[in-house]
């Protein structure tokens, strides 16, 4: 028996046959039950985790059909339209699942309509039924009003003037109805009689293509999960020549015998359709999840998903049969590369239009970057550049490293020693200083004016040189002492 | 005349087909200019047990000349110069016997991290002069995330104006672990689509072994394009790379005005480039400037240096030995025929740390 509180009191959530044969009900208060029944055993609910099972459950399903949606706290909703005969007919299909999720150990009760309604009152009031097309109202007469998924303060007022099952409702005049209890009642009467369209939306975008094979013998090596991508990637490439058209993301899922379902998914840079190269795709990323992924008594059921597409470019190859073409390559190296480490494994610079140096570049990871383009060839026709770009370090700090400057030899000038983890270096040389101020146009209408930067180029006495900035001025009274800070190395 | 012509000819075919089976590097195949140090006097340094035999045709050959001509046993295939990428500099070029090899895992020690700027300045000037000959092919940067945070992430803009490397170019790569860094340095490594990768470690990790490195320089020979092994604060060990380059920075010279010199300004950057291990086991240091403009380098002699530079221009060790004279014992080849000493060093085994990386054991001859 399981327990929740319920405005300051606990009550029962929800419980199994033995209790319930003790005439114990939901929403009775513990203390009564356990007045009734001492010896009774209640354990605290945990919707989060009833969630999770619900979501693995609609996993599962979705070996039945792509579109499952969850209702509720305890409810699926499957759109089986097509996928029917593929399980020898409704019937075939409702005893199939009704069994598996009997041999899972769950207790279901299941109900097939043409409309999401009609199924929902079916599954809900009859447990194994089918209706057939046209049969909904025959089989929402009898039932009570809760069938009609209604607020409970609607069905309060309904049976207040008398209306006890839907059948009454649905042969009472519309119009009064309507203005009397609103329009929702009409809705989703009409949703569930198929007048109006009710969609299921599902949990998990519906892949456009997906390719799947059901297993007789469960497999459990990554090397035949390997081998059945490859078989799986070269049906999908006969229909994606069709559409012309390249998978952008592609997904596998893992149904496991025991119901648990593994989701894999990888992202390329540019559309691909080569099963050899999906498979390598595939490669990397389960080695990399080789620890995470638990095949137990193996997967029954293999499905490969494209999840985006686009426009394949076809390229005309060379009489080796190989296409030279070195941004392909690097695209698959990077994707193979991603599909291992994550998004941020392979990165690339941007160069933004900033001041700031920090700002001045941004390296994003290699998917998002802009497509490489060949050089441009030099303008001939542009003015000579005059005004020399300043000079930027080869590798700068991700994040300024403060030092500890004893002494300068002029106050606003460049440091004459400083100590820079835990070491002390002696300037020789120094150049500067380059003003960088903050971006004033970037700052909120609260917010302090940052502090300007002047950065000096600094030799020290062994050849190396940095690049580092005093924070602040000296003049200002006011404001906190200059601080320094390393910002860079130059090569 | 004891040995004919024709069966000097058949020795060198033989001796080509050793080498090719071994897999041996070629060495020098012009003879090194005046100017070059007099590491190899008029004997035959020959790998071979009857080194005696080769003694006495290169007698004869030279000989027949009547001219004291320096003779070179060519070791290994004649490959052609398109195997080396030169530096511009003839001195490091014949010191490194033709340049730094393209097709080849090379190593670029830094000693210290602080180091990290001069290391990684050399490296991409190495790239850069490879980027002339292969124009607009990206340059992979790989590091582990401990030596992005400890030296500093690269920046594009600095690279692009100092080494003209446009920053679509780029393309860095930062993995979590020393294991992932390596991976993805041998997958890209056997890619022909990159001009160079740049893989930098920092310190001396047991994962990168010489069944690391020579994981590594297997890739990089087969696709024909260089690996830079950037190992910041790292200890000599042994390695598959032909050549290790300890790089440290040398004091940049001053910016060049129309009067003249301008004190006190910091111009051109300088690095100080040692060998510390190379096939030819010629020793050297070099002092070189890089040319951001032109991107080339140019050398600084020593003798200017210290008329012109107060300061030290090559900072002391700080781990024990020097390793360059160290690797004046890197000889693949025993100086079997030779009475002479080879090199200009008096110890005549490598010390025990050096002497793994540079014996292997099918070319102790």
């Known amino acids: ?491 | 005349m004891a040995i004919s012509a024709v069966a000097r000819e058949t020795v060198f075919a033989l001796r080509r087909q050793i080498a090719k089976i071994e897999g041996t590097l070629p060495e020098r195949l012009e003879a090194p200019a005046s100017g070059a140090p007099k590491a190899i006097p008029g004997t035959v340094r020959s790998g071979f047990p009857s080194g005696l035999a080769e003694k006495q045709i290169a007698g004869d050959a030279a000989g027949s000349d009547a001219t004291p001509e320096i003779t070179i046993v060519r070791r290994g295939l004649a490959v052609a110069s398109p195997a080396f990428l030169h530096t511009g500099i003839e001195r490091l070029d014949t010191a490194l016997g033709g340049g730094v090899p393209k097709a080849a895992l090379s190593e670029i020690h830094g000693l210290e991290t602080r180091d990290a700027g001069a290391v990684a300045g050399f490296a991409l000037s190495l790239a850069s002069l490879i980027l002339k000959q292969k124009q607009g092919l990206p340059v992979l940067w790989i590091g582990t995330a401990e030596i992005f945070r400890e030296a500093g992430f690269p920046y594009a803009r600095g690279l692009n104006a100092f080494f003209g490397i446009e920053p679509e170019q780029l393309l860095f790569s930062e993995a979590p672990k020393l294991v992932d860094a390596l991976w993805i340095a041998e997958e890209a490594a056997r890619m022909t689509a990159f001009a160079a990768v740049l893989l930098e470690i920092r310190g001396s990790p047991r994962l990168l072994d010489l069944t690391a490195t020579r994981r590594l320089h297997a890739r990089a020979q087969s696709a024909g394009r260089p690996v830079f092994l950037l190992r910041q604060a790292g200890q000599a060990e042994p390695t598959a790379a032909p050549v290790r380059l300890i790089v440290s920075a040398a004091p940049a010279a001053s910016r060049e005005t129309l009067a003249g010199a301008l004190a006190g300004s910091i111009g051109r950057p300088g690095f100080t480039v040692d060998i510390g291990k190379s096939r030819t086991a010629l020793p050297g240091q070099f002092t070189l400037e890089w040319n951001p403009d032109e991107h080339a380098f140019a050398e600084r002699r020593p003798e200017e240096e210290r008329a012109t530079n107060s300061v030290a221009v090559v900072p002391l060790s700080l781990r024990g030995a020097d390793p360059a004279p160290a690797s004046g014992a890197v000889l693949a080849f025993p100086a079997l025929a030779s009475p002479a000493p080879i090199l200009p060093t008096g110890c005549d085994q490598p010390s025990r740390q050096q002497r793994p990386a540079h014996r292997s054991p099918r070319r102790a001859g």
Not at chain 1, 21 to 34: C, F, T, V, W, Y
Not at chain 1, 341 to 361: N, Y
Not at chain 1, 434 to 461: C, M, N
Request: proline share 8%; hydrophobic share 45%.
């Open chain 1, 1 to 491: 028996m399981i327990s929740h509180r319920d405005s300051n009191a606990q009550r029962i959530a929800a419980l199994d046959e033995r209790a319930e044969a003790l005439k114990l009900k939901r929403g009775m208060g513990i203390a009564d039950a356990r007045a009734m029944h001492p010896s009774i055993d209640v354990v605290e609910a945990d919707p989060e985790a009833d969630r999770r099972l619900l979501e693995g459950l609609a996993d599962w399903c979705d070996r039945y059909t792509p579109l499952v949606a969850i209702d509720g706290e305890d409810g699926l909703f499957l759109d089986v339209t097509g996928c029917t005969h593929l399980f020898g007919g409704e019937r075939a299909m409702q005893d199939e699942i009704l069994t598996r999720f009997f041999q899972q150990g769950f207790d279901v009760r299941a109900g097939l309509a043409s409309t999401p309604g009609a199924a929902w009152a079916a599954a809900r009031f009859h447990g194994d039924r089918i209706v057939a097309g046209g049969e909904e109202a025959a089989l929402l007469s009898p039932l009570p009003l809760s069938a009609l998924r209604i607020a409970p303060e609607t069905r309060a007022s309904l049976e207040s003037v008398g209306l006890r099952t839907a059948g009454a409702v649905m042969a009472a005049p519309r119009a009064p109805l309507a203005r009397r209890f609103g329009a929702t009642l009409l809705l989703r009467l009409d949703q569930a009689l198929g007048r109006l369209d009710e969609a299921v939306s599902p949990r998990l975008p519906v892949a456009p293509l997906s390719v799947e094979r059901h297993l007789a013998e469960p497999i459990v090596l990554t090397d035949d999960i390997e081998r059945l991508v490859s078989r799986l990637a070269v049906a999908l490439k006969a229909d994606l020549e069709r559409r012309g058209e390249g998978a952008r993301a592609l997904a596998l899922l893992l149904f496991r015998v025991d119901g648990l379902v593994s989701r894999i998914a990888v992202g390329t840079s540019r559309p691909m359709r080569e099963p050899q190269l999906i498979r390598k795709l595939f490669h990397e990323r389960l080695t990399a999840l080789e620890q995470t992924i638990d095949a137990g008594f193996g997967f029954d059921l293999v499905r490969l998903s494209v999840l985006s597409v686009a426009a394949f470019d076809m390229l005309q190859g060379d009489l080796a049969g190989e296409t030279s073409d070195d941004d392909a390559d690097i695209a698959l190296f990077a994707d193979r590369v991603r599909a291992r480490l994550g998004e941020a494994a392979v990165l690339k610079p941007v160069v933004v239009d900033s001041h700031l140096p920090e700002r001045a570049v941004a390296t994003v990871p290699f998917a998002e970057a802009p497509q490489r383009r060949r050089p441009p060839k030099p303008d001939r026709t542009a003015p000579p550049m005059t005004i020399f770009p300043p000079e930027r370090p080869v590798r700068l700090f991700r994040s300024p490293e403060p030092i500890e400057v004893p002494a300068t030899e002029i106050p606003e000038g460049p440091p004459m020693n400083f100590r820079w983890r835990r070491a002390l270096y002696r300037v020789a040389r120094a150049e500067g200083p380059e003003r960088i101020a903050a971006e004033w146009w970037r700052q909120l209408p609260g917010e302090e004016e940052a502090p300007t930067r002047d950065y000096y180029r600094i030799e020290d006495s062994e050849g190396r040189r940095y690049w580092l900035y005093r924070q602040g001025l000296y003049s200002s009274a006011s404001q906190a002492a200059p601080r320094w800070f390393m910002h860079g190395v130059f090569a």
